[in-house]
Structures are given as C-alpha cells and as structure tokens.
C-alpha cells in the first residue's frame, strides 16, 4: 500500500469485505466508492449506519437503493482478475485516517470512512448521498452512536484458513523434530510441501513437475540451522517470517480476492519477501509472484471455528495472532 493508516475496526473491515463481494457479484475489477458505501449501507449496527437511522435515514433501504443502481452496471461476463482497489478509496482512507486522528482515535471506524465520503460535495458518491438528504454538516452534529474498538486486525487473524493454520503447526512440528525453535520462511514452505490439500501445494504442483527437489533442498538447509534445545514454548518467528506475514496480509486486503488469508497468500508472502532461503528456492525454480497469482484457488480453503485439533494451544499459532494482532509489535513473551 502506498500509506500506512491506522488499523480498521472491525466493522470497517467488514465494510470493506462486502465491498470485495459487491464488486464481484457485478462483475467490477475495482472497489469503487460506491462498493464501500453499499457495504457500510449493508453493515449492521455499526457506528455509520446507526449514525443515518439517527439522522432519519433508514441505511437498509438506502442501500437497497444503491444496489439497484449498481445492479444496472453488473458486467454479465464475469471478471476472472484480483479486485483492485481504485485510487478513490486510498483517497477516501487517507481523508478517514486525518479525521480519526483528530478525533485521537486508533482505529477507522465506519464512521470516519462515511465522513472522509462526504468531505468532498462534488464528489460522485457525495452527490449521490446528498440527493438523498444525508449531508456532512448533519452528520458533524451528531456524536458517534458506537465506539468501535474491535480491531480488524484480530478479525483478519480469524479469518485466516484452517489449512493456513494447519500449515503453520506443521512448520512448527519440523522445528522441534530438528530442534529448532526459529520459525523461518523454510519451515513453512517444507510445510506447504508437505500438505497436499492446500491451495498453495496444487499451485506449486501445477507449476513444477517435480516437487520432491524443492522438498529435498528446504529439509538439508533445515538440517543446517542452529539446534536450540529449548521448550516448545520459546518458538519465536524469524523477521523474514514477519515480513512474510505482513506481505500476505497486504495481498488480502488490497485484492479483496478472497474473504480470508490462505496459503496462496503465504506462499505470496513468501516469494515477496525476496532474501529468505525459500524464496530463493522458488526462485531457482523459475517460480514468480505473477504466475502464483495468476494460479486458479484449486480448493476454497474455509476458516472454521471448531477443529479436530485444538491449533490456538500451537505456539507458533499464538505468535501469529500476536504478530498479526497487536499492530505487528514483537512477539508477546
């Protein structure tokens, strides 16, 4: 991204996420201010929408409104890319994030982003919600109707697959059986090697005829990283896995693609993070960012809330919450 803002809150996020399903239900290659509008319409009991029902204005209906007009927009033959975001909605972010901050707020709430809408009245999606009587000066009147302290950072951990989850355990079992407690990008991309269900394995699978060569480099540079001989409970993750994490959460949120982060985002993450040893590996394997995104998702890897195995006890999993959670500070001891 070309800003760092502060974090969504939740509902924001998930704002934006029925944005993603709007456009794609239309068949658009971006997220428009018009996308983002229908998905705060359709946030319910968040700070904007009961902010217009105070306002006298039922958001439901307004967004029902919204969604008709768009629906006469809706390409028949639907767009096979990622969904980008338009430069109007870094826009849009960027005025949220200078009202949240004179608001000493850390997080953008939908409110912000209906502001940050509103603030230019020649703007299209301005124009359209003053024709129907919802202007900025009504709005500033009023104070906020919810503090949306939930951030969407923890959302966006929750929306990770379980197959992503599954992977990360499995990078942490190859650890301690070499008596490692570093995670690195090699771990985890043995990991995905080694999980044949995922959707980063098939994509890899269909990329190279032979895997076992990758899977036979990553073990012996595995082999040569330092013993620790410590207790699985000191399992830190290297910087390089840090970055990793950042890239694959940068890659959900700015293409909107898919409602969650899997391990097509990870292996991402991965070649993005260029000076780690499994990308090197990728590398060497002629394997690039632009043909992993250009990969079909084989499988449509769920997050789920109940699992066979009990993955929030993993230390590596409790060092990714904490990574992806608490604005990407150090791990929490």
Known sequence: MSKSYRPLSHDAGVAFGAAHFFGKEFGHQQITSKHLLLGILKTPDCDATLSLMKMGTNPYKLGDILRHEMNLTKVERFWEGPITKSPEIDEIENLADQEAQKQGKNLLSTRHLLHAMLQHPQQGVAKWLQFHGVTLVDLQKLPSQKDEQRPHTS???????????????KAQLIATQHEQTLITSSHILLAI???????AYRQLANLIEHLEPLRANLSSHIHRLNKTRQSESQIKLADEVKKMLDFAVEEYQNTYE??????HSFLIGILRESNSHAAQVLGNAYITIDQVRAQPRYVREYPVKYSKINLAKQAIIKRVTNWLTFTRNEDTK
């Open 193 to 199: 090697l080694d999980t044949p269900e995922s959707n």
């Open 258 to 263: 898919f409602e969650f982060i899997d391990t």
């Open 155 to 169: 959302g966006n951990w929750a929306l990770v697959s379980e197959i992503a989850k599954t992977t990360l355990t």
